[in-house]
């Protein structure tokens, strides 16, 4: 009887975004070219890969929000897919198909597989969260003596301004001050004065 029949295993867990999905297959008819494909979703609407064959040429593609790769290896077909994330947790199907010669043939729908992709550890980016810290650090220290440096070397600038305006004011003014106003302008302050009373008698 020409008549495909495949079996899956029922759930695949995947810690570490690699996965590798084996569909065994049977088939007893005289097909030379066949042409395997891995579908998601329970109405298998997305294909995601598939690999082709023949007695000599064997070729492969992905699609693109997959990185994914088949290949045919006797009474298998096995899946690889890598870079997965958590959002493509879902079930799984392989089709098989006898393209060449007719009758066209392929095996009615498995149970499947589910791939469950666990989520990335989060703890990975604690290291991360350091360097930025030791940065910030190094940076804040180096401002600091910076502005240490110029607000002395401002202060010292300052005093020494001040010194030499004090210095500039001790040389100011040197004009001498005029003595108080006096009554007899024709004779200094010290010079004695007559007593006419001597001379009337």
Same mark, same amino acid.
């Given at each position: 009887?020409?008549?495909? @029949?495949?079996?899956? =295993? ?10 590798? &999905? ?12 066949? *042409?395997?494909? @891995? ?17 000599? %040429? !064997? ?6 929000? /997959?990185?994914?790769?088949?290949? =045919? ?5 096995? /899946? ?10 879902? %079930?799984? /199907?392989?089709? %098989? ?18 791939? =469950?992709?666990?989520?990335? +550890?989060? $703890? !990975? $980016?604690?290291?991360?969260?350091? %360097? ?8 804040? #220290?180096? @401002?600091?003596?910076?502005?240490? &440096?110029?607000?002395?070397? /401002? !202060? ?10 004090? =210095? ?7 004009? +001498? *001050? ?7 302008? #024709?004779?200094?302050?010290?010079? +004695? ?6 001379? *009337?008698?």
């Amino acid at each position: 009887e020409n008549k495909i @029949l495949v079996a899956q =295993h029922p759930l695949l867990i995947v810690a570490n975004q690699t996965a590798t &999905l084996v569909c065994n297959y049977t088939y007893n008819g005289t097909g030379k070219e066949f *042409r395997a494909s @891995l579908h998601k979703g329970t109405d298998s609407s997305v294909e995601v890969c598939f690999t082709s064959w023949n007695t000599t %040429i !064997i070729s492969s593609n992905s699609a693109k929000e /997959f990185n994914c790769q088949g290949h =045919h290896d006797k009474d298998k077909v096995i /899946f690889n897919l890598w870079n997965m994330n958590a959002n493509q947790t879902d %079930i799984y /199907f392989c089709k %098989i198909e006898v393209m060449y010669p007719p009758p066209y043939v392929y095996n009615e729908k498995s149970n499947g597989t589910v791939i =469950h992709v666990k989520e990335t +550890p989060t $703890q !990975i $980016q604690e290291p991360q969260s350091t %360097i930025p810290l030791w940065i910030l650090a190094t940076v804040t #220290g180096i @401002l600091a003596l910076y502005s240490t &440096l110029i607000t002395a070397v /401002f !202060i010292n600038y300052w005093q020494k301004s001040k010194k030499h305006m004090y =210095h500039q004011s001790d040389y100011m003014n040197m004009t +001498p *001050r005029h003595p108080p106003y006096q009554k007899n302008k #024709g004779y200094p302050s010290y010079a +004695p004065t007559r007593d006419y009373t001597a001379y *009337r008698s």
